[in-house]
């Protein structure tokens, strides 16, 4: 029998950010070291296990085959579960190409410009409703639907894209949720949704454009948008700066892509454990080279996230440190939060309290953490107005 050959599945692209590595698939997006790196690079061509293990000894100096086959062999099992590489013959995903051009029609819908593509299976667009009708933002299943029965992950991808927007529908309306417009199966899975002028939270902490004296009532709408998943019984799943969008005066939260509901079960929906790696609790930390998350986030570990959100807001940038995941991660298990946050101060005593790393110690979930942080602006409030004695 012919030995196995391995490629890389289409679309997958390592490139070098802020000098960390990084592997974006069709799905995903793995941060990775350099020897990982170096060996995605050798798959520019099929080859077999072999055939990489010589390559590779001759990258790393003074390695023998002992030390190197067993890592080919590891790669390779760990990268064709995640679909980084493929085997010769297995179905691949294809993502549709190009992608929509400013000017093309998509039912009622006219594209004004792309403004995300993360990873080949979603795209989101700018578009116009008609030629001059209010703006929206199209989020896109960009798959074929001949392609999405032959292979079973995309399928699964494609329940988590329709479970989005099932959660958003189901959801009371609130003004500091993003708004579901619509939902279209043809000619591919596609939602409408509101268009929210301005730029998201870790933008606007960038350019500096929220006022110091604004910071409160942003935190507040934050919390408030949480607090209103939580009390419907859903986790969000994807917590981080940028999925908060900052709009005028009303912020509002977006992307339900991880989202799930409490009490169902994994069988009747999907449930994933992805997260940004830097916003996870500690108990969700993986110390893998690529698998960040060893669970899924729930009430208690979304309390801890927003309240990182929260610590950026005020502070400007998240304290964590490490030029690799794993002192990333170690850097998360063991700081101090009392560094910056005083239990003298009433807001930052609720902070405090939020980001504890036993998860028992925090709030039960982000209605509780609302709660305490409206009580706590009240009593700076008082304190700050209070007459002189």
């Known amino acids: 029998m012919p030995a196995i050959r391995y490629y890389l599945s289409q679309g997958v692209r390592v490139h070098e950010r802020a000098e960390d590595f990084y592997i974006a698939t069709v799905r995903d997006e793995f941060k990775v070291n350099r020897t990982i790196a170096t060996f995605i690079g050798l798959l520019n061509e099929p080859k077999t296990a072999q055939e990489l293990t010589i390559g ?44 929509y051009q400013a000017g093309a029609r998509l039912g009622p819908y006219r594209i004004t410009d792309l403004l995300s593509q993360h990873n080949h299976l979603v795209q989101l667009y700018r578009a116009t409703e008609g030629e001059s009708g209010p703006m929206v933002v199209l989020k896109i299943f960009a798959q074929a639907p001949e392609h999405i029965g032959a292979n079973p992950r995309l399928a699964s991808a494609l329940r988590q894209f329709e479970q989005e927007f099932d959660i958003m529908r189901a959801l009371s309306p609130h003004p500091c949720l993003g708004v579901l417009r619509a939902y279209h199966t043809q000619p591919h899975p596609y939602a409408v949704l509101e268009y929210l002028p301005g730029g998201s939270l870790s933008e606007c902490l960038r350019n500096g454009s929220l006022p110091a004296d604004g910071k409160a009532h942003v935190a507040t709408q934050i919390l408030s948008a949480l607090a209103h998943l939580h009390a419907n019984g859903v986790v969000h799943g994807d ?36 997260g940004v790696p830097t916003y996870l609790a500690p108990e969700r930390i993986r110390e893998h080279s690529y698998e960040f998350s060893q669970r899924p986030a729930d009430f208690r570990a979304e309390v801890y996230q927003i309240a990182l959100v929260l610590f950026k807001l005020y502070h400007g940038q998240l304290p964590f440190v490490g030029n690799t995941w794993r002192e990333r991660a170690a850097s998360i298990a063991a700081y101090d939060f009392g560094q910056h946050l005083s239990p003298a101060v009433p807001h930052e005593r609720v902070l405090l309290h939020a980001l504890q790393k036993d998860p028992l110690a925090r709030y039960a979930d982000a209605r509780e953490l609302l709660a305490a942080w409206q009580q706590a602006l009240l009593v700076e409030n008082q304190a700050e107005y209070a007459p002189a004695s």
């Open 239 to 274: 917590i981080h700066a940028s999925n908060f969008m900052v709009s005028g005066d009303r912020v509002a939260m977006i992307d339900f892509g991880f989202s799930y509901r409490v009490g169902v079960s994994a069988a009747e929906q999907n449930i994933d454990g992805g």
């Open 56 to 99: 590779l000894q001759q990258l790393i100096r003074d390695a023998s085959e002992a030390v190197v086959k067993p890592l080919v062999d590891q790669f390779l099992q760990d990268l064709h579960r995640l679909q980084v590489v493929r085997q010769e013959g297995e179905p691949d995903i294809v993502p549709i190409t190009p992608a």
